[in-house]
T-cell receptor, first 116, second 112 residues
């Protein structure tokens, strides 16, 4: 069965600290996709990244970076030099071919609070 | 280009009332989805559609119905609202199933 686990319910840091949000997934498929979304206090869901299972290269986008490790079924997200504007709930999600279509399975989310 | 829009943004219903949530997308996406978000549970798929005129059940379909009469619109109906349907509802769309899903701003529904 597919599953996404975000074990960290809440994280609190002080501005400029680095922070890593963990994501562990389960799937039987060899082809799958992993996503991160950000939900700021305003409530909308903002797409951050999509990664397919054949691409294990780490990705960096400004202060954001993602570490994909198939050996540990993890897709962790690091924010470098955090800022107050990074305060949000972050969701990791998995899409595979289970059930005949590529449904998106979300983790429960990690609430990040960045304090000045 | 508005992306994905949802109407209304907020709604309060009494138990037993009915209502329809409207989702519209202007990206010519084939796939559309309805999710609900409850505290501590992430988002759960209610129903989805892989094209105009098609609908299918997701993870938590009971108590909801959907219709996709036009490619750009996906309607979510509650025939007889229950307090357990108090939630935030999100619509999303994508070109295909494995592609990135883009979400609307959400509808906060309270059932008293």
């Amino acid at each position: 069965a597919q599953k996404v686990t975000q074990a960290q319910t809440e994280i609190s840091v002080v501005e400029k600290e680095d922070v890593t949000l963990d994501c562990v997934y389960e799937t039987r498929d060899t082809t799958y996709y992993l996503f991160w979304y950000k939900q700021p206090p305003s409530g909308e869901l903002v797409f951050l990244i999509r990664r397919n299972s054949f691409d294990e290269q780490n990705e960096i986008s400004g202060r954001y970076s993602w570490n994909f490790q198939k050996s540990t079924s993890s897709f962790n997200f690091t924010i470098t030099a955090s800022q107050v504007v990074d305060s949000a709930v972050y969701f990791c999600a998995l899409s595979d071919g289970s059930g005949g279509y590529n449904k998106l399975i979300f983790g429960a989310g990690t609430r990040l609070a960045v304090h000045p | 280009n508005a992306g994905v829009t949802q109407t209304p943004k907020f709604r309060v219903l009494k138990t037993g009332q009915s209502m329809t949530l409207l989702c519209a997308q202007d990206m010519n996406h084939e796939y559309m989805y309805w999710y609900r978000q409850d505290p501590g549970m992430g988002l759960r798929l209610i129903h989805y559609s892989v094209g105009e005129g098609t609908t299918a059940k997701g993870e938590v379909p009971d108590g909801y119905n959907v219709s996709r009469l036009k490619k750009q619109n996906f309607l979510l109906g509650l025939e007889s609202a229950a307090p357990s349907q108090t939630s935030v509802y999100f619509c999303a769309s994508s070109t295909q199933g494995a592609d990135t899903q883009y979400f609307g701003p959400g509808t906060r529904l309270t059932v008293l």
